[in-house]
C-alpha cells in the first residue's frame, strides 16, 4: 500500500502561484510514477501532470502547459506541482496518484493508489 498526503492548496487570487506537494509513504516512492488530475463538482477528474520513476519523463495537459510544473524529491518522497498564472478555471479539488508500472499515465484508471485531494481556489 502506498499512502499519498496533499498539501499546499488555498485561495489565491488569478495571476497568483501555488506550490502543491504530495508526501508518500508505505512503499519505495522512487519505484514510483506520480501523477496529478484535478476535479470539480459534477465533472470528471481531468488530468493535469505526470512525472515517471525516473524524473526524465513528465507530461502535461494542455490547458496547463507553460504555467504548471510537476517535479519530485525522492530523498523526501514527495511529489511537487508548481503552479503559475492561475486562471479561475484552474479552481478545483486536487489529487494526487501513483502508480508502480506506468502506462498511459494521462489516465486516471492507470493509478493504483490516490491522495484525499486538497482544494485550489482562484479568485478572479
Known amino acids: 500500500q502506498v499512502q499519498l498526503v496533499e498539501s499546499g492548496g488555498g485561495l489565491v487570487q488569478a495571476g497568483g502561484s501555488l506550490r502543491l506537494s504530495c508526501t508518500a509513504s508505505g512503499r519505495t516512492f522512487s519505484n514510483y510514477a506520480m501523477g496529478w488530475f484535478r476535479q470539480t463538482p459534477g465533472k470528471e477528474r481531468d488530468f493535469v501532470a505526470y512525472?515517471?520513476?525516473?524524473?526524465?519523463?513528465?507530461g502535461y495537459a494542455d490547458s496547463v502547459k507553460g504555467r504548471f510544473t510537476i517535479s519530485r524529491d525522492n530523498a523526501k518522497s514527495t511529489v511537487y506541482l508548481q503552479m503559475n498564472s492561475l486562471k479561475p478555471e484552474d479552481t478545483a479539488v486536487y489529487y494526487c496518484?501513483?502508480?508502480?508500472?506506468?502506462?498511459?499515465?494521462?489516465?486516471?484508471?492507470?493509478?493504483?493508489?490516490w491522495g484525499q485531494g486538497i482544494q485550489v481556489t482562484v479568485s478572479s
Open positions: 496518484a501513483a502508480v508502480r508500472v506506468p502506462f498511459k499515465l494521462w489516465l486516471s484508471g492507470s493509478y493504483d493508489y
Open positions: 512525472i515517471n520513476a525516473n524524473r526524465i519523463s513528465t
